[in-house]
Nanobody, 124 residues
Framework: QVQLVESGGGLALAGGSLRLSCAASGRTFSSYAMGWFRQAPKKEREFVAGIMGSGGHTTYADSVKGRFTISRDNAKNTVYLQMNTLKPEDTAIYYC?????????????????WGQGTQVTVSS
């Protein structure tokens, strides 16, 4: 009974920035760990970043460490992904996901709810 809606995707130049947002409805937002995943054409969906329910613990894929930041505002039922110094290889559809636990996981099959995705395209 949780719905997730992503926004903020679009076209950026290499070295530029985008901020993705994921608005959630349903059960109390703070009880869910949240994750961002991405899927490029002809590739499997991969983990990008995760955050626990309280927002106090975060984790990142090696490919985005130092460039991306995940955060959440539980009062607004929203999770964010700030993407800086974008690279062409960041081009993908980005998905927001929620897990019925306060603890994050990088495993795609352990998330219960998914958004429809938002396209991010980075040109050189």
């Amino acid at each position: 009974q949780v719905q997730l809606v992503e926004s903020g995707g679009g076209l950026a130049l290499a070295g530029g920035s985008l901020r993705l947002s994921c608005a959630a409805s349903g059960r109390t937002f703070s009880s869910y760990a949240m994750g961002w995943f991405r899927q490029a054409p002809k590739k499997e969906r991969e983990f990008v970043a995760g955050i626990m329910g309280s927002g106090g613990h975060t984790t990142y894929a090696d490919s985005v460490k130092g460039r991306f930041t995940i955060s959440r505002d539980n009062a607004k039922n929203t999770v964010y992904l700030q993407m800086n110094t974008l690279k062409p290889e960041d081009t993908a559809i980005y998905y927001c996901a929620a897990r019925s636990s306060v603890i994050w996981t990088q495993n795609v099959n352990e998330y219960d709810y998914w958004g429809q995705g938002t396209q991010v395209t980075v040109s050189s």
